[in-house]
């Protein structure tokens, strides 16, 4: 187990560098010039501007310029933003713990409405239960998430007057809304996916055989096909992350919901680099961690999935 986690953190390594050379060199190449954005309201001459080039190290070549940043960005250090000035590490740390809250209310209502939801549509096939739960998880992964929670929004907080507009983390009640519209689209696709993998374990010849000698429907669906359906859960879990991280950032900004996805949203607005680069940066490495963390799962859960390790294959 040891050797095949040492393995896939030396397959990541080449991942992380190409997303923070990737990230690096967008940014470098964006139609302003970062000294320019710095002094976008100042008027400043341009002898102040190519001071300011040379206080920043934008005056050298390009290489040299992401060899530094890199090794900010391994020790912490990414830079300040150009508009509040702090140092942009510490305000994605601060913002982060909100969008973490956000994404996981949203994946517990994913796993309690989609798994139930999935199963039933899986043992209803083709009866009219199973016909309502496909119908409405097609338009539920029809919906765009900004529509979504424009819907939420006019109907819950405008009509009803049920929940706040306006996000705060750490109140139950601001958190519904957003948690809603991020679990619409996920929850729709992941029944739909849950459904396949049931059907696909409810054909298998271990189920035929435990109907004939007498057990429920239920424990065979308890005891048997969720255990069998479980790594593959997991893998559409893991790859709805890549979705959920994106999201966030629409459903934050219209909810205000004061999260790196906001943030980043503003950054973008602001032409705030470092901060965009903090983002892009730091949402790729969680994703592919988040993978990583999956995977191993998968191989602690499977003992068929061996990588390396005894006779399989790699």
Known sequence: MGKYVLSRFIQLIPIL?????LTFG?????ADDAVDVIYEQG????E???AKRA??????PFLIQYGRWLKGVATGDMGR???SGKLVFETFADKLPATVELMAVSIILTIFIATPLGIIAAVKQNKFIDYVIRILSF???SMPNFFVGLLLIYFLALKLNLLPIMGKPGDWQSIIMPALTLTTAMGAKYTRQIRAVVLEELEKPYVTGAKSRGVSTGTILIKSVLKSSLIMIIT??????????GGTAIVETIFMWDGVGKMAVDAILMKDYPLIQAYVVWMAVIYVFMNLAADLLYHYLDPRIRYGEGGGAG
């Open 17 to 21: 560098l190409g997303i923070t050379f």
């Open 26 to 30: 967008m940014m470098q190449f964006a």
């Open 43 to 46: 008027g400043a001459s341009e």
């Open 48 to 50: 102040v501007k190519a």
């Open 55 to 60: 206080e920043l190290g934008l005056d050298q």
């Open 81 to 83: 933003s150009f508009i």
């Open 139 to 141: 338009i539920g992964n």
């Open 236 to 245: 559409l879990l893991a790859l709805s992350m890549g979705s959920l991280l």
